[in-house]
């Protein structure tokens, strides 16, 4: 991971020594998925023309830059799917020793996003339309539909993966498991709660027991397991009859 391009031009933006950076970036750059680098990427791009922390002092800016850098690239890779377990614990001491930081931070991974930091991640998405929203042409569609034509496109095309290790899709007896909220958060990192919302709103899921999240666990592996909704129309995102994961079993 670390000679990827899309590293490099994180490297060069965070501008951190050789050491903080082993220390603090190196880790997330290991095990952040492509989609959050290049969000973080963007992200950090615009962050060098906006002064943090608002409203702050010459001094004060210069002095807090890079902890403020840090937080906007944490947060960019939280908010695009990367579990907090990823961010070494001397990173996140780092931020909380700030408070206004450290609260922009969570005000821009609540629901929903607020703050600065929440406005750049949003303007990264806008700009570069890296939300497939943004993508669409027809802006009546509801995000749930888009979702859905969005995943049929990429399971059509290859460039979203079926039934193997790591996948957010998988076909299962009684239909179509859809990991959330992995999907949904690789669809539109920021709004990917909405998305879900509106999906189990259009009731093409199948619950159990009230719920619609259903889980099944993975064979052979004591204790994995994948979580997610099940659409039990498997012709809305294959055009073909696909053939059904039997490494999964579903939790009862």
């Not at 800016?61 to 947060?75: E, F, H, K, Q």
Request: hydrophobic residues 45%.
């Amino acid at each position: 991971m670390a000679g990827k391009p899309i590293v490099t031009g994180i490297r060069k933006l965070v501008g951190f020594p050789e050491r903080h950076w082993q220390a603090l970036c190196a880790p997330m750059m290991e095990t952040a998925p492509e989609h959050a680098l290049e969000l973080a990427r963007r992200v950090l791009t615009l962050r060098q023309g906006v002064y943090l922390p608002p409203g702050a002092s010459a001094e004060d800016i210069y002095r807090l830059r890079d902890v403020w850098t840090y937080a906007v690239l944490v947060t960019a890779l939280r908010g695009a799917g990367m579990d907090v377990a990823c961010v070494p614990p001397m990173g996140m001491a780092w931020i909380e020793a700030d408070a206004e930081c450290a609260r922009s931070m969570r005000l821009a991974l609540a629901e929903p996003p607020t703050g600065v930091i929440a406005e750049l991640i949003a303007r990264a998405c806008a700009t570069e339309m890296c939300t497939p929203a943004a993508r669409q042409e027809h802006e009546s569609a509801r995000p749930g539909e888009m979702f859905i034509e969005w995943l049929r496109e990429g399971i059509k095309s290859g460039e979203i993966a079926v039934n193997v290790p790591g996948a957010k899709v998988h076909v299962v007896e009684d239909g179509v498991l859809i990991v959330s909220p992995g999907a949904f958060k690789e669809f539109d990192a920021i709004h990917w709660q909405a998305v879900l919302d509106d999906l189990l709103a259009m009731e093409i899921h199948v619950a159990r027991d009230g719920s619609p999240m259903r889980c099944w666990n993975v064979r052979d592996r004591d204790g994995a397991f994948v979580r997610g909704v099940l659409i039990a129309n498997v012709s809305l995102l294959f055009d073909s009859p696909p053939y059904v994961n039997t490494a999964l079993e579903e939790a009862i």
